[in-house]
Protein backbone atom coordinates (compact mmCIF):
# COMPACT_ATOMS: atom_id res chain seq x y z
CA UNK A 1 0.00 0.00 0.00
CA UNK A 2 2.81 2.94 0.69
CA UNK A 3 5.27 3.13 -1.54
CA UNK A 4 8.09 5.37 -2.23
CA UNK A 5 9.50 5.93 -5.61
CA UNK A 6 13.18 7.89 -5.67
CA UNK A 7 14.13 9.04 -8.43
CA UNK A 8 16.99 11.97 -10.16
CA UNK A 9 19.98 10.09 -9.38
CA UNK A 10 22.87 10.24 -11.04
CA UNK A 11 26.95 11.07 -11.65
CA UNK A 12 28.36 14.52 -11.26
CA UNK A 13 31.66 15.98 -10.70
CA UNK A 14 32.87 17.80 -7.70
CA UNK A 15 31.02 21.21 -6.93
CA UNK A 16 28.37 20.19 -9.33
CA UNK A 17 24.11 19.80 -8.05
CA UNK A 18 21.33 17.03 -8.13
CA UNK A 19 17.91 16.89 -7.09
CA UNK A 20 16.58 13.56 -5.72
CA UNK A 21 12.68 13.21 -6.15
CA UNK A 22 10.67 10.51 -4.27
CA UNK A 23 7.06 10.28 -5.12
CA UNK A 24 4.79 8.69 -2.49
CA UNK A 25 1.74 6.69 -3.02
CA UNK A 26 -0.94 4.67 -0.72
CA UNK A 27 -0.32 7.59 1.88
CA UNK A 28 -0.22 11.33 1.88
CA UNK A 29 3.11 12.73 2.78
CA UNK A 30 1.64 16.60 4.37
CA UNK A 31 1.02 14.65 7.42
CA UNK A 32 3.64 12.61 7.65
CA UNK A 33 7.41 12.64 9.15
CA UNK A 34 9.54 12.68 6.15
CA UNK A 35 13.29 12.44 5.63
CA UNK A 36 16.18 11.23 3.79
CA UNK A 37 19.12 8.56 4.27
CA UNK A 38 22.40 7.20 2.46
CA UNK A 39 24.36 4.46 2.76
CA UNK A 40 27.98 4.29 1.35
CA UNK A 41 29.93 0.56 0.56
CA UNK A 42 31.25 -0.18 3.50
CA UNK A 43 29.36 2.25 6.24
CA UNK A 44 26.20 2.28 7.95
CA UNK A 45 23.15 3.96 7.18
CA UNK A 46 23.42 7.81 7.85
CA UNK A 47 20.22 10.06 8.42
CA UNK A 48 21.06 13.06 6.32
CA UNK A 49 17.98 14.87 6.44
CA UNK A 50 13.96 15.34 7.77
CA UNK A 51 10.90 17.42 7.66
CA UNK A 52 8.80 16.86 10.03
CA UNK A 53 4.89 17.11 9.22
CA UNK A 54 4.51 20.73 11.08
CA UNK A 55 7.69 22.25 9.21
CA UNK A 56 10.91 21.57 11.13
CA UNK A 57 13.64 20.24 9.74
CA UNK A 58 17.55 18.83 10.30
CA UNK A 59 20.66 17.92 8.29
CA UNK A 60 23.56 15.84 9.00
CA UNK A 61 26.24 18.36 9.85
CA UNK A 62 28.06 17.11 7.01
CA UNK A 63 25.42 18.34 4.66
CA UNK A 64 24.72 21.57 6.52
CA UNK A 65 24.37 24.58 3.98
CA UNK A 66 24.75 22.28 0.74
CA UNK A 67 21.55 20.02 1.33
CA UNK A 68 17.86 20.84 1.20
CA UNK A 69 14.82 18.68 2.34
CA UNK A 70 11.56 20.28 1.15
CA UNK A 71 8.20 18.49 -0.12
CA UNK A 72 5.42 19.86 -2.43
CA UNK A 73 2.37 18.38 -0.92
CA UNK A 74 0.25 19.00 -3.97
CA UNK A 75 2.84 16.49 -5.63
CA UNK A 76 3.12 14.56 -2.70
CA UNK A 77 6.93 14.36 -3.20
CA UNK A 78 9.52 14.70 -1.30
CA UNK A 79 12.81 16.45 -2.70
CA UNK A 80 16.42 16.47 -1.60
CA UNK A 81 18.40 19.62 -3.29
CA UNK A 82 21.75 18.71 -3.33
CA UNK A 83 24.78 21.39 -3.98
CA UNK A 84 28.23 22.03 -3.72
CA UNK A 85 28.03 17.66 -3.89
CA UNK A 86 31.84 16.01 -3.08
CA UNK A 87 32.90 12.57 -3.56
CA UNK A 88 32.40 11.86 0.37
CA UNK A 89 28.67 12.73 -0.81
CA UNK A 90 28.78 9.29 -3.06
CA UNK A 91 26.26 6.81 -1.57
CA UNK A 92 22.48 5.17 -2.42
CA UNK A 93 20.27 7.68 -1.42
CA UNK A 94 16.71 6.32 0.52
CA UNK A 95 13.55 7.85 1.24
CA UNK A 96 11.80 7.54 4.33
CA UNK A 97 8.58 8.45 5.94
CA UNK A 98 6.90 7.82 9.22
CA UNK A 99 3.57 9.26 11.28
CA UNK A 100 6.17 10.44 13.65
CA UNK A 101 9.47 13.00 14.08
CA UNK A 102 11.61 12.72 17.06
CA UNK A 103 14.07 15.38 18.30
CA UNK A 104 17.17 13.20 20.38
CA UNK A 105 20.35 14.07 21.33
CA UNK A 106 20.24 17.30 19.23
CA UNK A 107 18.88 15.33 15.78
CA UNK A 108 15.72 14.57 14.26
CA UNK A 109 14.84 10.93 13.60
CA UNK A 110 11.86 8.74 13.27
CA UNK A 111 9.67 7.83 16.50
CA UNK A 112 8.64 4.41 14.82
CA UNK A 113 8.44 2.42 11.91
CA UNK A 114 8.50 4.37 8.95
CA UNK A 115 8.75 3.08 4.67
CA UNK A 116 11.68 3.01 2.80
CA UNK A 117 11.99 3.92 -0.86
CA UNK A 118 14.24 1.55 -3.13
CA UNK A 119 17.08 4.07 -3.29
CA UNK A 120 18.87 5.84 -5.93
CA UNK A 121 22.30 5.99 -6.33
CA UNK A 122 24.63 9.13 -6.79
CA UNK A 123 28.08 9.02 -7.59
CA UNK A 124 30.42 12.49 -7.03
CA UNK A 125 33.87 12.42 -9.24
CA UNK A 126 36.85 14.56 -8.29
Known amino acids: QVQLVESGGGSVQAGGSLRLSCLAS????????MGWFRQAPGKERENVAM???????DYADSVKGRFTINRVNGQNTLYLQMNSLRPEDTATYYC????????????????????WGQGSQVTVSS
Open 51 to 57: HSSTGFY
Open 26 to 33: GFTISSYC
Open 96 to 115: AAGPRCVVQGGRMSFAGQNY
